[in-house]
T-cell receptor, first 114, second 116 residues
């Protein structure tokens, strides 16, 4: 079965420093991977996705993610964190077959301190 | 282009009642999915509709049902509400042209359901 894991419940980083939010996946077949962000009392906002091609995917708000097949990872990164990046981040993988169903990780809370 | 809209945004119900939530997808999107978000279970898939047909269903009891209309708008219904149904219910839409697997799902703001 398809699954993703986010090993850290919370990540703390100082403003201006690079940030990384980790995600590992387990799939049968091609991995279609997604990152979403959720601000308090809001829905999920799409950041980026990996379908195929270049292992470095660039997304919204300066975020990027690196797909690593050998390590089965899809870590979210940003070169310089902003206080406004503080939010809950979800990694997701598309379920097997022709379906839109996403399987989400448990989420990682990112705290960026001034 | 307007995003996914969900109504109502907040609902308070009592145990045993039923509730209907509504979702309007982004214009041109034909697929609608529903998810339940709780602190304990995280984000869990409820069901997916495409062209008025349920394409996929998650592991929820039969009290949870949904439908999609010809204009792609969708509703979900929960009957005989239980305390554990308190959650944020999120709707997502996608174009779903040429296959669902690579599509991006865009989420609405959610409906916060509280069951007392």
């Amino acid at each position: 079965a398809q699954s993703v894991a986010q090993p850290e419940d919370q990540v703390n980083v100082a403003e201006g420093n690079p940030l990384t939010v980790k995600c590992t996946y387990s799939v049968s077949g091609n991995p279609y991977l997604f990152w979403y962000v959720q601000y308090p009392n809001r829905g999920l906002q799409f950041l980026l996705k990996y379908i195929t091609g270049d292992n470095l995917v660039k997304g919204s708000y300066g975020f990027e993610a690196e797909f690593n097949k050998s390590q089965t990872s899809f870590h979210l990164k940003k070169p310089s964190a902003l206080v406004s990046d503080s939010a809950l981040y979800f990694c997701a993988v598309r379920d097997y077959g022709n379906t839109g169903k996403l399987i989400f990780g448990q989420g990682t809370t990112l705290q960026v301190k001034p | 282009k307007a995003g996914v809209t969900q109504t109502p945004r907040y609902l308070i119900k009592t145990r045993g009642q039923q509730v209907t939530l509504s979702c309007s997808p982004i214009s041109g999107h034909r697929s609608v999915s529903w998810y339940q978000q709780t602190p304990g279970q995280g984000l869990q898939f409820l069901f997916e509709y495409f062209s008025e047909t349920q394409r996929n269903k998650g592991n929820f009891p039969g009290r949870f049902s949904g439908r999609q209309f010809s204009n792609s708008r969708s509703e979900m219904n929960v009957s005989t509400l239980e305390l554990g149904d308190s959650a944020l219910y999120l709707c997502a839409s996608s174009r779903s042209q040429g296959g669902a697997a690579t599509d991006t799902q865009y989420f609405g703001p959610g409906t916060r359901l509280t069951v007392l």
